[in-house]
């Protein structure tokens, strides 16, 4: 079965690379030749390292990667049985995506949206078959977070929501439905706790101290800044943006402090500088 990726950032080459390991065939597409670069580099340095611990043979890190391959030509879902969107949080933008694929994309496809928080019935109702999409949220980095949040537009239909929940299955994932409001159910509840941890900041508290209170108090993996610069501060702010604007809401007002953040390009681990200081290895150096 073929599947195409619609975006070669972060969240989309995760997502190609997770379907790939599953054993189908990709495509993972992006109008940014740059991006399907820098995504093919990215994917290729992680079976590498992996080949080095240990992991993964080379045979199979080939054959893997074999499976995934990247265009820049959005009539290469032709022939997908899913198509997953992942381009940036723009409704606009994911409209008109959604737009072209369904001119393109075969009859029976399932198109999937990987929305943080943007409505599924308004991105599925820039196309002619409405029934055929469903929002999959993925948690970064895709290919080792177990969760999938399954997000059903008002016009879903069964069919469509059950092929993705047993494809789901298949990538190893555990999905639970969540529910057509901004953030569903992860983002909801984890960005604004980023949010506040953000405003502590902005009151003078030390990042290291905000984040090792919440890792060792809370046995989090990461602290809540740490996390928002591993997935990005631009990210994590229109996320925020979306909850304050989507709910009318004076609770989720987004941290003034994250704004400066992004108007300053400190965009987190992939511009060397967020909350923290990165080397080019991706560590933290103050
Ligand atoms: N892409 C792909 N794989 C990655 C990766 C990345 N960016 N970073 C780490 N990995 C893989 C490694 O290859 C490794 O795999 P292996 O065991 O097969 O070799 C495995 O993850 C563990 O990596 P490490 O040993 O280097 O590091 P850790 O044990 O410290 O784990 C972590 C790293 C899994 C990222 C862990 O710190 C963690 O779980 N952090 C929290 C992540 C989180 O909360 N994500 C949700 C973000 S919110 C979100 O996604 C919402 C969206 O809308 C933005």
Known sequence: MKVAVIGAGLMGSGIAQTFAQAGYEVKNIDTFKDALAKADENVKKLFEKKVAKGKLTEAQKDEILGRLTYSPRMEDIKGAAVIIEAVPEKIELKKSVFAEIDKLADPEAVIVSNTSGLSISEIAAATNRPNKVMGAHFFYPAPVMKLLELIRGIATDDETYNTMKKMAQKIGKTTVDAPEFPGFIVNRILVPMQNEAAFMVMEGCE??????????????????????????????????????????????????????MVKAGYLGKKAGQGFYRYDKDGSIIG
């Not at 997935?231 to 400066?260: A, Q």
């Open 207 to 260: 990042p290291k101290d905000v984040d090792n209170a919440m890792k060792l108090g809370c046995n989090f993996p990461m602290g809540p800044l740490e996390l928002t610069d591993f997935v990005g501060v631009d990210i994590m702010l229109g996320t925020m943006k979306g909850l304050y604007k989507g709910f009318s809401d004076s609770k989720y007002r987004p941290c003034p402090l994250l704004e400066n």
